[in-house]
């Protein structure tokens, strides 16, 4: 097992134990934390959007040319957002921090 804190934008930080391989969005939907990840991972809606810091983005593949495509129009995106159904969980993450955004919009309706 991983630990990953999960950040909220009313301060509060979760941490999870999570195994290893897998996804960041079944993890945080699993420990009941506000993410709706609408698509179920088809990457066609974008409520799974978390940032990351500069140093945990780095510790991830880089995302795919679709997932870029779809943070290109997902609203709040940073630097170092990323779709949370593409992120895939290893033991090289433990310690990761992952941020929700204020505010996610489907991009499905
Ligand atoms: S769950 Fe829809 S894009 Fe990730």
């Given at each position: 097992m991983v630990q990953i804190t999960i950040l909220t934008q009313d301060g509060k930080a979760t941490a999870i134990d999570a195994a290893p391989g897998t996804r960041l969005l079944d993890i945080v939907q699993a420990a009941g934390l506000?993410?709706?990840?609408t698509c179920g991972g088809a990457m066609?809606?974008?409520?799974?959007h978390v940032v990351l810091g500069e140093a945990d983005f780095d510790r991830f593949p880089a995302p795919s040319e679709e997932e870029d495509d779809l943070l290109d129009i997902?609203?709040?995106?940073?630097?170092t957002s990323r779709l949370a159904c593409q992120l895939v969980i290893t033991d090289?993450?433990?310690?990761l921090k992952v941020m929700l955004p204020a505010e996610v919009r489907s991009l499905l309706f």
């Open positions: 506000p993410m709706e990840g066609a809606c974008s409520t799974c997902t609203c709040g995106v940073s630097e090289a993450h433990d310690g």
